[in-house]
């Protein structure tokens, strides 16, 4: 499997977590990386996404100034460092590779998807 996400859990509202994704059978570097999530009964939407290197990055504006998203290309991870966590941010949380060397909010830009990881955020 390409990408495996971790990390997932139970949290109380403003409560973080930090998954994370490895990847393995390909060169990690070269490519950007992006988070997406599906909430029960909804599309899944775009999250986070950076580029190869990890020092351009995206949000959506719903988690912009509480989530981080991070790589270490070493290591072949990429991160989400979920702070002040909301009810709302409840859903399986999936890593994806990109195409090219940027991260895209479209998720059709991405060719290999992790297998997701929940995240449920209730008191």
């Known amino acids: 499997v390409p990408l495996q996400a971790f990390g997932g859990g139970l949290v109380q509202p403003g409560g973080f977590l930090r998954p994370l994704c490895a990847a393995s059978?390909?060169?990690?570097?070269?490519?950007?990386m992006g988070w997406f999530r599906q909430a029960p009964g909804k599309e899944r939407e775009f999250v986070a996404a950076?580029?190869?290197?990890?020092?351009?990055?995206y949000y959506a504006d719903s988690v912009k100034g509480r989530f981080t998203i991070s790589r270490d290309n070493a290591k072949s991870t990429v991160f989400l460092q979920m702070n002040s966590l909301k009810p709302e941010d409840t859903a399986v949380y999936y890593c994806?590779?990109?195409?090219?060397?940027?991260?895209?909010?479209?998720?059709?830009?991405?060719?290999?998807w992790g297998q997701g990881t929940l995240v449920t955020v209730s008191s």
């Open positions: 994806a590779k990109s195409g090219g060397v940027t991260g895209f909010v479209e998720p059709s830009r991405y060719d290999f």
């Open positions: 059978g390909f060169t990690f570097s070269p490519y950007g």
């Open positions: 950076c580029n190869w290197s990890g020092e351009s990055t």
